[in-house]
């Protein structure tokens, strides 16, 4: 079974930089797709970035250029380094992993484990 846990939210100015992390602790499927989702109340929760067993990686089009997602080779800990931050990426970020084939649509749906989240809030 996949088990998940994020850290290093907290807050940041606007233009600031904060990296999150994702620590899988339990089995790992090396063709998984895995990916970070966002959501803030009220709203659904988005798809942000996601990346391949292949490494082929896939963002949306509001964070192309500021945020890059990596994944150390064991395929055990998932990164998410986001630069030159918007209030507007205010959120809980969330680390998934889904099966392989999907995970470039960036939909919930497609991830069928989940971490419990990270805030990450940005002031202007």
């Known amino acids: 079974q996949v088990q998940l846990m994020e850290s290093g939210g907290g807050s940041v100015e606007a233009g600031g930089s904060a990296r999150l992390s994702c620590v899988n602790s339990?089995?790992?499927?090396?063709?998984?797709?895995m990916g970070w989702f966002r959501q803030v109340p009220g709203k659904e929760r988005e798809g942000v970035a996601s990346?391949?067993?292949?490494?082929?990686?896939h963002y949306i089009d509001s964070v192309k250029g500021r945020f890059t997602i990596s994944q150390d080779n064991g395929k055990k800990t998932l990164y998410l380094q986001m630069n030159s931050l918007k209030p507007e990426d205010t959120a809980m970020y969330y680390c998934?992993?889904?099966?392989?084939?999907?995970?470039?649509?960036?939909?919930?749906?497609?991830?069928?484990?989940w971490g419990q989240g990270t805030q990450v809030t940005v002031s202007s």
């Open positions: 339990g089995r790992t499927y090396s063709s998984y797709c």
């Open positions: 998934a992993a889904g099966a392989p084939g999907r995970g470039h649509h960036l939909r919930r749906v497609d991830f069928g484990y």
């Open positions: 990346i391949d067993s292949d490494g082929r990686v």
